[in-house]
């Protein structure tokens, strides 16, 4: 059983950076598949960034592509989400995942399925 505890969330203003980070214990995650979502009030869970279990693959939808940053530090077992030009419409709770299962790719339009282990969630607050 993997445990996954993201941090890094908070208020910032419009224009700023935050750097989430996601930690896991119990397993390694270096085997897998890891992607972060978010969920606003009265919206479905969208995934934001997606790295491959290699980390030769990432994607990002186009809402935030060019501005946020996926990465993976495996020797410390933590996923990173680097956060830059922030926006109110970036605010939600932000939860990263693990994919079900190891050395599998993630295949766009999957939405958030794929993923079973998951994180309790941080804010981001953007203010305008």
């Known amino acids: 059983q993997v445990q996954l505890v993201e941090s890094g969330g908070g208020l910032v203003q419009a224009g700023g950076s935050l750097r989430l980070s996601c930690a896991a214990s119990?397993?390694?995650?270096?085997?897998?598949?890891m992607g972060w979502f978010r969920q606003s009030p009265g919206k479905e869970r969208e995934f934001v960034a997606i790295?491959?279990?290699?980390?030769?693959?990432?994607y990002y939808p186009a809402s935030v592509k060019g501005r946020f940053t996926i990465s993976r530090d495996n020797a410390k077992n933590t996923v990173y989400l680097q956060m830059n030009s922030l926006k109110p419409e970036d605010t939600g709770v932000y939860f990263c995942a693990r994919h079900r299962n190891a050395y599998t790719e993630y295949n766009l339009g999957q939405g958030p399925s794929p993923f079973g282990s998951w994180g309790q969630g941080t804010q981001v607050t953007v203010s305008s």
């Open positions: 119990g397993r390694t995650l270096s085997s897998y598949t």
């Open positions: 790295i491959s279990w290699s980390g030769s693959i990432t």
